[in-house]
Each structure stands twice: as structure tokens, then as C-alpha cells.
């Protein structure tokens, strides 16, 4: 299939490895963020939230950190599969109807 | 597991021409999206709306992009005339009432105006 994004900046980790993905956010009033991931000609797929009264939440093999001092927002997969392998973005909301604006993307490269 | 649902997966089309994309949100979702992905970025929005009235437009060019949810449920978006700019991923989402949700993606419509 063809590329999601040809120049993200890429992240290569060994199968079995830990993987952190980073995004800072723009809107220091945004209080809701979403992980997505983008498998190559896909629509974003849901992978988990978290609010901004929160400063850590986790899934399955997943866990997402905020740290609202510095606007930043991280994904950690645990031992990365190469069904990882995607671009993975994160996207900010501010309370009420307001617009999802996403980050750049990036791409994990899982090497098996 | 209930999905957002789109059509065509892919369309090719000549600039000039007209194009429609199809989008059915997850049942009982009143809030529907429709964005552009362009190659390399994120979604970009283009229109919102929550059931059959549209509350975020500001992004759509509306010289020659249309968009409709009449009965409130699937979602029409259009353009005409295409313009060889317009080729992207045309992303549909949708989420239950659109208040700091989750947004469910569909798998988008590939546009390749030549």
C-alpha cells in the first residue's frame, strides 16, 4: 500500500523493545488528547485518551503521559509487535464543539 | 464493533470534474466529521456537524466544496469543480455528541485528480 507520510520523522525499534512516541501540543487550554494510529492507506484508528486532569492513563501494552508544565504528550507501546508499525499521531481538543487539531505524525518502524 | 463506514475507497477523477464521497457515521452518533489528509500530515478539518446542521465550516472552501447531512445520519461531501490541489485522503469521523469526544475515523476516500 502506499505511504501514509513520506518525510514524518521516524522512530526504529527492535521487535520486543519499548517504544516511546512524542508530541507536544500547541493550546495549553486543550484538556482532552488522543493517541491515533495510521496504518498506510487507513483512516486513524483510536488507540487511547486521556484527559487533562490526568497525568498518566494506560491500556493494553499502551500508556500515554501528559505533562501540562511543558505541553508535552507521550505514547509508550510495550514490547513492540511489527503490527505496531504505523504512523502514530497525537491530537488536542479544548472543551466544548471545538476542532480535533492533530500533530505531526510519526512513524515507528518495528524491525523483527 | 460498529465502524464508520465511506465510499469509494479510491477515486480518480479529471480536474474540472465533479466528485461526491459518502460517509455513515456509527449508529447513534449525532456529531459527523469530514477532513482532508494530505500526504505526510494530519487530518485537517473541513466541516462539522451535529445532526443535520453544520457548526464548523471555517475551513471548507466553499467556492467548490459542498457538504450535506440532510436526515441527520449519512453525510455527503462534494466538489466541483475538482482542482488538481484537491488529491488527498478525504477522512470521514464521527463521535456520540461531539462534546471533548472520542472522533472513530472510517477509511477515508483516496482522491487522485490528474
Known amino acids: 500500500g502506499e505511504s501514509v507520510g513520506l518525510h514524518l520523522p521516524t522512530l526504529s525499534v527492535q521487535e520486543g523493545d519499548n517504544s516511546i512516541i512524542n508530541c507536544a501540543y500547541s493550546n495549553s487550554a486543550s484538556d482532552y488528547f488522543i493517541w491515533y494510529k495510521q496504518e498506510s492507506g487507513k483512516g486513524p484508528q483510536f488507540i487511547i485518551d486521556i484527559r487533562s486532569n490526568m497525568d498518566k492513563r494506560q491500556g493494553q501494552r499502551v500508556t500515554v503521559l501528559l505533562n501540562k508544565t511543558v505541553k508535552h504528550l507521550s505514547l509508550q507501546i510495550a514490547a513492540t509487535q511489527p503490527g505496531d508499525s504505523a504512523v502514530y499521531f497525537c491530537?488536542?481538543?479544548?472543551?466544548?464543539?471545538?476542532?480535533?487539531?492533530f500533530g505531526k505524525g510519526t512513524r515507528l518502524s518495528v524491525i523483527a | 464493533e460498529a465502524e464508520v463506514a465511506q465510499s469509494p475507497r479510491y477515486k480518480i477523477t479529471e480536474k474540472s470534474q465533479a466528485v461526491a464521497f459518502w460517509c455513515d457515521p456509527i449508529s447513534g452518533h449525532a456529531t459527523l466529521y469530514w477532513y482532508r489528509q494530505i500526504l505526510g500530515q494530519g487530518p485537517e478539518l473541513l466541516v462539522q456537524?451535529?445532526?443535520?446542521?453544520?457548526?464548523?465550516d471555517s475551513q471548507l472552501p466553499k467556492d467548490r466544496f459542498s457538504a450535506e447531512r440532510l436526515k441527520g445520519v449519512d453525510s455527503t461531501l462534494k466538489i466541483q469543480p475538482a482542482e488538481l490541489g484537491d488529491s488527498a485522503m478525504y477522512l470521514c469521523a464521527s463521535s456520540l455528541t461531539g462534546l471533548g469526544e472520542t472522533q472513530y475515523f472510517g477509511p477515508g476516500t483516496r482522491l487522485l485528480v490528474l
Open positions: 456537524f451535529q445532526d443535520e446542521s453544520v457548526v464548523d
Open positions: 491530537a488536542e481538543n479544548y472543551s466544548g464543539n471545538t476542532p480535533l487539531v
